[in-house]
């Protein structure tokens, strides 16, 4: 079992920056590829960016390349994203996600194992 909270939502400008932060606990996080993922009401969850279970890869939904970055520091058990040049599109609950398989570059939502409960980010215009 891995236990993920997600933290660092919020309110910001077009334009500003957030950072958002995933906890892990209970069991070996560098045995999982994590996965960052956006839902608005109506509206199925997409995938923002991934990275490997090591730090060493990442991976981005076009929407976001550029922009953001996700990076992870296992000896903290913790995963990172950073946001800039945040758009009124970007605004919705995000959510940090787990996956025991290591490929990242066909991650989606069904293929995790371990999801957080969401923060949620508003980008005012």
């Known amino acids: 079992q891995v236990q993920l909270v997600e933290s660092g939502g919020g309110l910001v400008q077009a334009g500003g920056s957030l950072r958002l932060s995933c906890a892990a606990s209970?069991?070996?996080?560098?045995?999982?590829?994590v996965g960052w993922f956006r839902q608005t009401p109506g509206k199925e969850r997409e995938f923002v960016a991934a990275i490997s279970r090591g730090g060493g890869s990442t991976y981005y939904a076009d929407s976001v390349k550029g922009r953001f970055t996700i990076s992870r520091d296992n000896a903290k058990n913790a995963v990172y994203l950073q946001m800039n040049s945040l758009k009124p599109e970007d605004t919705a609950t995000y959510y940090c996600a787990a996956s025991i398989r290591p490929q990242i570059t066909t991650m989606t939502q069904y293929g995790m194992d371990y999801w957080g409960k969401g923060t949620l980010v508003t980008v005012s215009p």
């Open positions: 209970g069991q070996t996080f560098s045995l999982y590829a």
